[in-house]
């Protein structure tokens, strides 16, 4: 099995980003209110962006990061993207990351969404340890990956430059014998 299949969660489905999601992850990644706590690429300004951000995130068996595409199971309506990265298969670590369109924030797709990732990372890539790092102030993604069980470990400072500026970042891990004891 591929550890990047494509997966189902209750309400959504997280698929393999293509070349016909270009316009949406163009429009969503020059969408300032989406970046503000990404903090990890600037903002698109052109479409070439996002077809390298689709060619950057296709699959390859040697590969250490995927994305998918989060969708509406109902409608198929695409309204984020997720993935792992930094996948360590040695040591069985990765780290994830998210995000959503605002006018489908505080619907619980978020908590879904890495919900769905966690037991598959555990599962499907067979990770011992599931990293995040949330921006200094992205209360949201803090608050998110605390109920879900994750530990803060520290803040790391000046994780990422963007627009001329660093930001530290809070820095979250999640054992895989922690979630399968309920630890949340």
Not at 16 to 31: A, G, M, N, V, Y
Not at 61 to 85: E, M, P, Q, Y
Request: charged letters at 25%; hydrophobic letters at 35%.
């Amino acid at each position: 099995m591929n550890p990047f299949d494509e997966f189902e969660t209750e309400r959504l489905a997280l698929i393999t980003l293509t070349k016909e999601h270009t316009q949406f992850i163009f429009d969503h990644f020059s969408d300032p209110v989406v970046c503000r706590f990404l903090l990890d690429e600037e903002v698109y300004t052109e479409m070439e962006e996002a077809e390298n951000f689709i060619l950057y995130n296709a699959y390859h068996l040697k590969k250490n990061h995927n994305r998918w595409a989060i969708t509406l199971k109902d409608s198929g309506t695409v309204i984020g993207t997720c993935g792992f990265h930094q996948w360590d298969r040695y040591n069985n670590i990765a780290e994830i990351g998210y995000d959503l369109t605002p006018v489908e924030w505080g619907k619980g797709y978020g908590r879904e969404t890495v919900t769905g990732m966690i037991e598959h990372g555990f599962q499907y890539m067979k990770l011992n340890r599931i990293e995040a790092y949330a921006a200094k102030g992205n209360s949201a993604s803090m608050k998110l990956l605390e109920k879900l069980g994750f530990k803060q470990e520290g803040l790391v400072r000046d994780k990422h430059l963007f627009q001329g500026k660093y930001y530290d970042h809070y820095s979250y891990s999640l054992l895989k014998r922690e979630w399968e004891n309920g630890s949340r």
